[in-house]
């Protein structure tokens, strides 16, 4: 498998490990739920810590994520950086930047303009799917992470609030995790190209139970290369992010051109 090819499908996945909890629970999950947070209250667990952090995340109206995701192969290295900033409003600016290319994105009232120079601003909002739209449409601060699947992860108290860390030695471990998470990025062709998948995911919360990092670090082996893929996540600002301005280019943008 070609390293680029791969890279694409890796990166995908990291944002499910984390993002977009949207799907609507059934009976049988929420009653599994209730049994595991109802086991102890006093008794320090992942499901009690899930729970609180669900609840405090509801309060939460604007903050800022940081993540840089890297994967390194041999001496081939790709890394990937992303800022995002959500205001009150649910306006939302998101910065890229992979490799040397940096690149703003700018989505309000449905729209999403694209800037690869901070001077021309492009309107990108057509070349999005149904899928992409939905998402993108909505980036409540709860919707950022889905802690499905986590329940029976490793908790402890630290200096600062808590942790809870999971671990997956295979590559049908890692592919259970992010199915409860609600969808499976890697492809029927790539998956046959995997041979080993192992890592780990684990995520900090203060005392008042705000999310404030997550990371995942995963070891993968394919028919003829090996990965190392870090990627680390902060939450910031929480309830503390300005009205994002929008600039008049933005309002006014050029329409996006599509090769076909």
């Known amino acids: 498998m070609q390293f680029n090819k791969i890279l694409a499908s890796i990166l995908i996945s990291s944002i499910v490990l984390t993002g977009c909890n949207t799907e609507e629970k059934n009976d049988s999950q929420k009653n599994e739920e209730t049994k595991n947070t109802n086991q102890s209250s006093t008794h320090l667990n992942a499901s009690n810590i899930i729970e609180k952090a669900n609840e405090k995340a509801k309060t939460i109206k ?100 808590y942790e809870i860390s999971k671990h997956y030695k295979n590559f049908d471990g890692y592919k259970k995790l992010i199915n409860k998470t609600g969808s499976n990025p890697i492809s029927k062709k790539d998956e046959k190209d995997i041979q080993s998948y192992s890592g780990v995911i684990s995520f900090t919360f203060d005392k008042d139970y705000k999310l404030l990092t997550s990371k995942v670090k995963d070891n993968i082996k394919s028919k003829d290369k090996e990965f190392v893929k870090i990627q680390s996540v902060d939450y910031s600002k929480h309830n503390k992010v300005s009205d994002i301005e929008i600039p008049k280019e933005a309002k006014n943008p050029q329409k996006l051109e599509v090769s076909k």
Request: proline residues 1%.
């Open 62 to 161: 604007s903050y800022r994520v940081d993540k840089q995701i890297s994967i390194q192969s041999g001496n081939d290295k790709e890394t990937q950086s992303e800022s995002m900033i959500v205001d009150k409003n649910n306006t939302i600016k998101l910065t890229n930047k992979v490799g040397s290319k940096k690149q703003d994105i700018y989505i309000f009232d449905d729209k999403y303009i694209v800037s690869p120079d901070g001077q021309n601003y492009f309107d990108a909002s057509e070349s999005l799917d149904d899928n992409s739209k939905k998402q993108l449409k909505n980036q409540k601060f709860e919707t950022q992470f889905n802690f499905n699947g986590y329940d029976d992860a490793t908790a402890k108290s630290t200096k600062n609030g």
